[in-house]
T-cell receptor, first 115, second 113 residues
């Protein structure tokens, strides 16, 4: 149980284009999902908290107009990187809050490379 | 801002050796999680500790939560190459209605055969 998937697992896009990443909870409902980014050999940095049916809450320094989050159902949250630039290249990971709210289950991540 | 300091940052040992990884903070956490992450994959939850002084065992892994809930340790007995990975501790910050995780920088463990 508590499986989270992400799609795509990796994507290469050109500078200036937009990329959408999906995060799904496969066998449970997740009112809350979280989006992180991770640079090589570094830890996870929380970008935003996504609540089903409401606007996402962004961490300080994260541009909400650049990283669009939509959490339209209890099993799906999407992150759209708009007008991507090479500095947006990173490993993006989502997580879903479990039944015990203090536990999070992570997806396998999406490797984004912007050329 | 709550910070978690992990040590050591890197650890390379031989198969069969024991090791301990530390996670320290000046802040109190309502709970603390340990994750293991392999390259190109998401973190996998190993354990959650919630009570000060709590000790949990998972096969060869022993996790301890400090009495004051500010620190934790992970001890691995007789390490195996399959234990290789990035070990992350994360504290739960029960702010508002969501439980945010604050991650340490991780300990990169390499177990050589």
């Amino acid at each position: 149980g508590a499986v989270v998937s992400q799609h795509p697992s990796w994507v290469i896009c050109k500078s200036g284009t937009s990329v959408k990443i999906e995060c799904r909870s496969l066998d449970f409902q997740a009112t809350t999902m979280f989006w992180y980014r991770q640079f090589p050999k570094q830890s996870l940095m929380l970008m935003a908290t996504s609540n089903e049916g409401s606007k996402a809450t962004y961490e300080q320094g994260v541009e909400k107009d650049k990283f669009l989050i939509n959490h339209a159902s209890l099993t799906l949250s999407t992150l759209t990187v708009t007008s991507a630039h090479p500095e947006d290249s990173s490993f993006y990971i989502c997580s879903a809050e479990g039944v015990d709210s203090y536990e999070q289950y992570f997806g396998p991540g999406t490797r984004l490379t912007v050329t | 801002t709550q910070l978690l300091e992990q040590s050591p940052q890197f650890l390379s040992i031989q198969e069969g050796e024991n090791l301990t990884v530390y996670c320290n903070s000046s802040s109190v956490f309502s709970s603390l999680q340990w994750y293991r992450q392999e390259p190109g994959e998401g973190p996998v939850l190993l354990v959650t500790v919630v009570t000060g002084g709590e000790v949990k065992k998972l096969k060869r892994l022993t996790f301890q939560f400090g009495d004051a809930r500010k620190d934790s340790s992970l001890h691995i007995t007789a390490a195996q190459p399959g234990d290789t990975g990035l070990y992350l501790c994360a504290g739960t910050n029960s702010g508002g209605s969501n439980y945010k995780l604050t991650f340490g920088k991780g300990t990169l463990l390499t177990v050589n055969p």
